[in-house]
T-cell receptor, first 113, second 113 residues
Framework: KAGVTQTPRYLIKTRGQQVTLSCSPI?????VSWYQQTPGQGLQFLFE???????NKGNFPGRFSGRQFSNSRSEMNVSTLELGDSALYLC????????????FGQGTRLTVV | GDSVTQMEGPVTLSEEAFLTINCTYT??????LFWYVQYPGEGLQLLLK?????DKGSNKGFEATYRKETTSFHLEKGSVQVSDSAVYFC????????????FGTGTRLQVFP
C-alpha cells in the first residue's frame, strides 16, 4: 500500500515568488493536514482538509492557502515568498474519524533565497 | 489553549541504556496522545499511540502510558540501540473530529556504541 506522497521533495524559490506543493494521501484517506517545520518554531499546524472542506486552520498569514480535490489529493500554495518561509513542509493523511492516526509524507524542503 | 511540553535534548546514551523522554500536556477535553519519530531527512513516523486514560501504547520496545492524573505520556525503552538515534515528538489530538496534531518541540536522542 503506497504511503503519503509529497512532490516535489526539494524546491528553491526567490523572494516574492509563489509556490505550490502537492500531497497525495494514502488511498481511502479523506483527511489531509499540512505542517511547517523549522528549527526555530518546530512543527506548526497550517490547515486541515476533510472531504474538500477546510476543517481547521492554524495561525498563518493569508499568503498560505490550500485546497483539496475530490480524489483527496491536496495542494498548498504560498504567495509572495519570504525568507522566513524556508522550511520543511509536511503533509499527513488520515481517515478523519475517531481513534485514528495521521500518516506523514517525507516532506517538501522549500528554500527561499 | 492545548499544548505539549517535552524535555529538552539532546539525550545522549550508551547502547543498552534505559531511556525516558518526558512529555506532559495541557488539554481541555480528552485528547489522544502520540509519539512520532523523525530520522534525518525523513518525515514523521508514528511510533505509538494511546486514546484514553491508562492506555499503554507500545511498539518496537518503546512504551508510553496515558496518565490523566499527571497529564503525562512519558516515552520509555528498556535498552536502546544505535539505530534508535532520531528526534522524538510527543503530540496530542484534541478531539475526535479532527486530525490536527499539536506537537512538542521534539527531543533528539543520540545513542553511542
Amino acid at each position: 500500500k503506497a504511503g503519503v506522497t509529497q512532490t516535489p521533495r526539494y524546491l528553491i524559490k526567490t523572494r516574492g515568488q509563489q509556490v505550490t506543493l502537492s500531497c497525495s494521501p494514502i488511498s481511502g484517506h479523506r483527511s489531509v493536514s499540512w505542517y511547517q517545520q523549522t528549527p526555530g518554531q518546530g512543527l506548526q499546524f497550517l490547515f486541515e482538509y476533510f472531504s474538500e472542506t477546510q476543517r481547521n486552520k492554524g495561525n498563518f498569514p493569508g499568503r498560505f492557502s490550500g485546497r483539496q480535490f475530490s480524489n483527496s489529493r491536496s495542494e498548498m500554495n504560498v504567495s509572495t515568498l519570504e525568507l522566513g518561509d524556508s522550511a520543511l513542509y509536511l503533509c499527513a493523511s488520515g481517515w478523519g474519524g475517531e481513534n485514528t492516526e495521521a500518516f506523514f509524507g517525507q516532506g517538501t524542503r522549500l528554500t527561499v533565497v | 489553549g492545548d499544548s505539549v511540553t517535552q524535555m529538552e535534548g539532546p539525550v545522549t546514551l550508551s547502547e543498552e541504556a534505559f531511556l525516558t523522554i518526558n512529555c506532559t500536556y495541557t488539554a481541555t477535553g480528552y485528547p489522544s496522545l502520540f509519539w512520532y519519530v523523525q530520522y534525518p531527512g525523513e518525515g514523521l513516523q508514528l511510533l505509538l499511540k494511546a486514546t484514553k486514560a491508562d492506555d499503554k501504547g507500545s511498539n518496537k520496545g518503546f512504551e508510553a502510558t496515558y496518565r490523566k492524573e499527571t497529564t503525562s505520556f512519558h516515552l520509555e525503552k528498556g535498552s536502546v540501540q544505535v539505530s534508535d538515534s532520531a528526534v522524538y515528538f510527543c503530540a496530542l489530538r484534541a478531539s475526535y473530529n479532527t486530525d490536527k496534531l499539536i506537537f512538542g518541540t521534539g527531543t533528539r536522542l543520540q545513542v553511542f556504541p
